[in-house]
């Protein structure tokens, strides 16, 4: 498989924008990281998030140590003030719902090359924060790239975070990152494979869940796991 390569001025896009979204979420919010000993820095891995809105992609990208690849729904390429960042950033788009054997080969590149990648299990905002269920696709890709995932649980990031900022009141953000999940290939066949899959999905977001407010579990009520 060919190795993964940023281009140029993707870098140099990069190079900017993480400081500025830094920057940013910091004069608007408060922001609280714990767990950073817990990311494999120099390695392969996953970084699964939980997903309310459009702040969470930049400032779980912005304020982790290392540069991640990101896997965006392809729809907001389209709307005028996101797409424009997206495509400075790199973000590789992702059409929900469909197969995409390129997206996939392109995925297991950058995993390949020994780079970490963001994504977020529920496949999109829920725009609330109880969490909605995974979808397959990263029981997929961990069976078959074998990496591990790093699950991230992020509080405060609702709709009306730019409200609430507008005002003064400088809400609380915090990325609440947890111990690296290893799983076991995934060795079944058929519809017990497929099924195999989905376990390994919420296995991810009940570890997100055990980071979270016990509000914010959703679908996961119960099954939270605490590392």
């Known amino acids: 498989m060919t190795e993964y ?16 979204f830094r920057g940013i979420f910091k004069v608007l919010g408060r922001v609280r990281i714990s767990g950073v000993e817990n990311i ?3 390695k392969a891995y996953i970084v699964a998030i939980n997903h309310i809105s ?7 990208v912005s304020f982790w140590p290392e540069t991640t690849e990101v896997i965006g729904a392809a729809d907001v390429f389209e709307k005028k003030g996101q797409g424009p960042l997206l495509k400075m950033y790199g973000v590789i788009p992702v059409h929900r719902g469909d197969y995409d054997r390129a997206l996939f080969d392109t995925i297991f590149a950058i995993l390949n090359s020994g780079r970490p ?11 609330e924060i109880a969490m909605r269920r995974a979808r397959p696709g990263i029981g997929y890709i961990v069976k078959r790239a074998q990496v591990p995932v790093v699950p991230v649980g992020l509080v405060g990031t609702t709709d009306d975070f730019w409200q609430r900022a507008k005002r003064g009141e400088k809400p609380l953000l915090e990325i609440r990152i947890g111990r690296p999940i290893h799983f ?3 060795n079944e066949k058929g519809a017990d494979r497929r099924e195999a899959r989905q ?12 980071l979270l407010p016990g509000e914010y579990h ?5 099954q939270a796991i605490h590392s």
């Open 5 to 20: 390569r940023v281009p140029l001025h993707t870098r140099f896009h990069r190079a900017w924008l993480k400081p500025l």
């Open 40 to 42: 494999p820095c120099g």
């Open 54 to 60: 459009i702040f969470d992609p930049p400032l779980a």
């Open 117 to 127: 990648m963001l994504m977020a299990p529920e496949g999109g905002r829920s725009h």
């Open 184 to 186: 076991p290939p995934v």
């Open 199 to 210: 376990k390994n999905s919420d296995l991810v977001m009940r570890h997100i869940a055990g």
């Open 218 to 222: 959703g679908v996961y009520a119960g």
